[in-house]
């Protein structure tokens, strides 16, 4: 592997683990949501039983 490729193969690793950061936040705040939901979700269902 020449510098140069070796150069460009941690430009692409540096690249593929930013993705993974901003694909990780996506993941937390659809959890998040998710969450948020559920608790409505269980809070309209509540009121159906009353």
Do not use: H, P, Y
């Amino acid at each position: 592997m020449s510098n140069s490729d070796a150069k460009e193969a941690v430009l692409i690793a540096q690249q593929a683990l930013g993705r993974c950061v901003f694909l990780e936040q996506e993941v937390r705040e659809i959890r998040e949501e998710t969450n948020e939901l559920r608790k409505a979700v269980d809070r309209l269902e509540g009121d159906l039983d009353e």
